[in-house]
């Protein structure tokens, strides 16, 4: 079998956005709320994203969360408009589950490394090697790869859904993340074909730093994402998606807390666990770039400004072509269905 050689990400630098006097940031902050009820519309926002935007989705009867609980909030409202402060496979899955209703985002190029790592042509040949397993791709995902799947899934439901393969006898393949996809394999046992994908902002952490950090704060409990490599997730007291994460944060005993996954997360964790001191995990160290320096720079893309922006022009504008979306809301509505059975998933406000 072929191995898919991946095309270069390319990673754009983190945006530098002008600092808002606190009148100013009010201001902007009460035009965008006149505009979201001038355009009938919600504002979905995840827990990457700058918490000025986590704070205006609560303000406004928004969301925020995460990849699973965003495409179930979205497909539940009734709102004219969906406003999506996030990345593009984000938008495009609020599009294929709400297609009457319009999609904004704040900056259309805010993509993906798991998403740009994984272009449709190439993963639908990598598919044609396998034709006895179950396709099961991560959210992180084009439209167009969606519609070549079985299943789509979010690191809160990857679990139980691959499990629940496993115990049908199927073997699966797996997109785009190959850690999240470890991770699963090792949990479940099943028999599993990995896409050699990786995240910009999870493949920085450092086994050898984090190591480091946890000697200096011995009380600290280590919080992975399992996008993280194996060697930082085998450090870690608990493995999670960003909802598992956050509520580890307010449950667990532990006074700090080290935590692997984007620093957006820390927005809502503070504000559920004033109490709790909260470390970022170490991306510095041997073989460190600091492409993302655990904040991903497509999320950053997403601010007050071109979100004021976006709801005066009412552009840019997420579109999904109509045949892409009738295969791809198939895998979604199946990861839902899933979710509603199994009780899986409860969102925080």
Known sequence: MTTPTLPHISVPPHPVWPLLE???????????????????????????????????????????????????????????????????????????????KRVLMPDIKASCSLDDGCPADLFSAFCDQYPDHRVVVYANTSAAVKARADWMVTSSIALPVVQHLHEQGEKVLWAPDKHLGHYVQKMTGTEMVLWPGACVVHEEFKSVALERIRRLHPEAAVLVHPESPDSVVQQADLVGSTTQLIKAVTELPNPEFIVATDEGIFWKMRQLAPDKKLIAAPTAGEGATCESCAHCPWMAMNALQNLADCLEKGAPVIRVDPLIRERAILPIQRMLAFARERGIGSRQK
Do not use: W
């Open 22 to 100: 606190p009148k100013q940031k009010r201001a902007l902050m009460d035009r965008i709320k006149a505009y979201l009820k001038r355009e009938k519309a919600v504002l979905v926002a995840h827990y990457y994203v700058d918490g000025d935007l986590q704070a205006l989705a609560e303000e406004t009867g928004g969301c925020v969360a995460d990849s699973l609980e965003m495409a179930r909030f979205g497909a539940e409202q009734d709102a004219d408009t969906l406003v999506v402060c996030g990345v593009r496979f984000m938008g495009e899955t609020a599009k294929i589950l709400n297609p009457e």
